[in-house]
């Protein structure tokens, strides 16, 4: 039973990309089919700015003609800053539970990456860390949220076979709205902030300069944290373009100070479960269904993606009070909405104050996401010589795809 990995070089052979988890997960309950154009747009250098500025490649695993698993590869050039080794990353894994699968694919994935002289191999990152984040180790009895991953339970004992390691946890936490809060978290939410501070909801008429004021405060706000890669005004222009149709202005919330916007929190409706029985298609009367489920309030679930405050504030007294004021902005918007369940993620296993405050509150940390690393040697003479003509970053193009 031969097996083979081959590079994806055209739209047929990523529409395959895209379908491999779909043979993974067959059996899996849990399991929630992304949007088949969705997907199309996110590996597509038109729609992701993502693969404008990065190097990366994409392969498919073949036994006997049948594609049987999938990885990508990745150089960030704004990865590298701040760090004292080349860094690439790894993503999109998804495979059959072979280890000969799972270790051609990840041989492969290292041999390209080592060839650009990179040192340090980190991952799961789909495609950045500004997207979906790490390989599901706990929590797999459930349905990931919205831009969250889900990966079958031996997916782990396969990275680790081959030489993985945990470097960071990241938590998923999950707050029941049915679940009345603790007297002690009321009085939190009742304790006032001063009266330079105020909260206000997201103004749809000042819609761009709302995206970007999110986007300066998640820069400045994440800056100092582990892993961390700004998100840039092409992204953010992206983000506005996706979001659009999912936001409502009484779920997205901003503290400012004087006048001056210095905190958010962004909640969007939990896309998956709206469109998990589509088996990935919109056509021909997916998109009716979809709208309908997202106006008629039948979606019970929904997700927090987005929050920071300014770092100037985040170590006063008035800072670490924010987060939890915005949080009590959202709730009874969340309870209009008739959300049943609030994701809160991701949260870096480090964060302890913020893990605090979403305990305080009654969340829990329901499912754990792993960023597994390795160091790579050396590239092997023939591999180094092979590659050293092609050693400049590939141009895509939308039309070639990748």
């Not at 782990?156 to 007297?183: F, H, I, N, Q, W």
């Not at 983000?239 to 149709?245: L, P, S, V």
């Not at 779920?251 to 909640?267: C, H, N, P, S, Y």
Request: charged share 25%; net charge positive.
């Amino acid at each position: 039973m031969s097996l083979e990995i081959v590079r994806v070089t055209d739209r047929a052979m990523l529409r395959r990309f895209i379908r491999v988890p779909f043979a993974v997960h067959e059996h899996d309950n849990a399991w929630a089919p992304p949007l088949l154009t969705e997907r199309e747009q996110a590996f597509s250098p038109k729609d992701n700015p993502f693969l404008r500025r990065a190097e990366v490649r994409f392969w498919l695993a073949r036994r006997n003609g049948r594609d049987v698993g999938r990885i990508t590869a990745q150089i960030d050039p704004l990865a590298q800053q701040g760090s004292d080794e080349r860094v690439g990353h790894f993503g999109c894994l998804s495979a059959k539970d072979d280890p000969e699968v799972f270790a051609a694919l990840l041989r492969t994935a290292e041999d390209f990456l080592r060839s650009r002289g990179v040192t340090h191999v980190q991952g799961p990152f789909s495609l950045s860390i500004n997207e979906e984040t790490g390989l599901l180790v706990d929590g797999f009895d459930t349905p990931p949220m919205l831009l969250m991953g889900h990966d079958p339970v031996y997916a782990a004992a396969r990275l680790e076979a081959l030489g993985y390691r945990k470097e960071k946890d990241v938590y998923a936490y999950l707050l029941d709205m049915e679940t009345p809060l603790s007297s002690s978290a009321r009085r939190m939410l009742e304790r006032p902030l001063p009266a330079s501070i105020t909260m206000r909801r997201l103004n749809f008429k000042d819609y761009a300069n709302e995206i970007r004021r999110i986007v300066d405060i998640y820069n400045d706000a994440w800056s100092g944290n582990w892993g961390f890669v700004p998100l840039t005004e092409p992204e953010a222009e992206a983000m506005a373009k996706q979001m659009r149709m999912l936001l409502d202005d009484r779920l997205v919330w901003f503290a400012e100070a004087d006048g001056r916007a210095v905190a958010f929190i962004v909640t969007l409706p939990n896309l998956n479960e709206a469109v998990r029985d589509l088996d990935g298609r919109l056509f021909p009367f997916g998109w009716a269904k979809l709208l309908w489920r997202l106006k008629s309030h039948r979606v019970k679930s929904a997700r927090v993606p987005l929050m920071g405050v300014r770092r100037s504030l985040s170590e006063t007294l008035i800072g670490s009070a924010i987060p939890l004021q915005l949080i009590g902005s959202l709730l009874p918007s969340n309870t209009a909405f008739g959300f049943r369940w609030i994701e809160l993620s991701w949260i870096l296993e480090d964060n302890l104050p913020m893990r605090r405050i979403l305990e305080r509150l009654g969340a829990r940390a329901y499912k754990t996401y792993r960023v597994y690393g390795k160091m790579l040697g050396p590239p092997p003479a023939a591999l180094a010589a092979q590659t050293s003509s092609t050693n400049r970053p590939t141009k895509l193009t939308p039309q070639a795809q990748l």
